[in-house]
């Protein structure tokens, strides 16, 4: 390699990084050498929110816009807008053919970061969420404005087995289903919701911290069987090694940034019609 060029390059490298530094103070330390880390990650994921301009960089939901004033998750941003945040389900969404779903059904939607990705991807033209908190239901119809008011959106309450039955046919037949409700699909998941969504492709976070959780997992298992193909997902490795948009971020703040605060590795099930 021409050394002109190798020196450029270098230079080029290393100049986010010697600016970065050149911008910390003794002051800055001292605040940050004093930070919990649930303080730490907030700080660095809304920064890694400024440095990629609020729209999602990589993955599935490229070119996403998310809100900075989040209801939910605020410390998941930086992983978010990497496409690094709940991998798992990520690469499924990524292998989604277009209209290979008539509908996508989010319960438990938070701020609709998978409802407004999936419309902003174009996999699916529908999407209905599920979202008790008022304060959610606004936040993702106003992430959905700001992505442009793609596809169609519909924004109910509370998920249980009336609210689901009134669903109608075509709602629930060949849809994509996440559901996310940190604990509570253990008493959502009866057998009479599940015959309702028999003919959805279904992808549940199991919570391992529920009361008497071997007993619920158990049973929900056995009564899915009925209906479904059961597949426990594989944990996903994530990195943050190849993203040029970090690499002044030092060792602990990358690995910090894409941490989901979980207490174990976590179970992701899919559930296939059988």
Known sequence: MDITKLINSELEYYQPIIETASKVNNENLTVWRNETVQQRQERISLECYDLLKGQVSYGPFKGLKLNKDTWWGKLDLGSMLLGLYEKEILDIISNIKQDEYSNFIDIGAADGYYACGILNSKKINNAICFEQSQKGQEVIHQNWINNGSLGSLTIYGE???????????????????????EGF???LLTTEVLAVLKNCTIIIEIHNWADDFINKYRTLLMNAAKHFKIEPLKPVDRSCFNYPELRHFTDDNRALLISERRPCLMRFIKLTPL
């Open 159 to 181: 998920a249980n087995l009336q609210s689901l039955e009134k669903l109608s046919e075509e709602d629930v037949q060949n849809a994509l289903v996440l559901i996310d409700i």
């Open 185 to 187: 699909e253990f008493e």
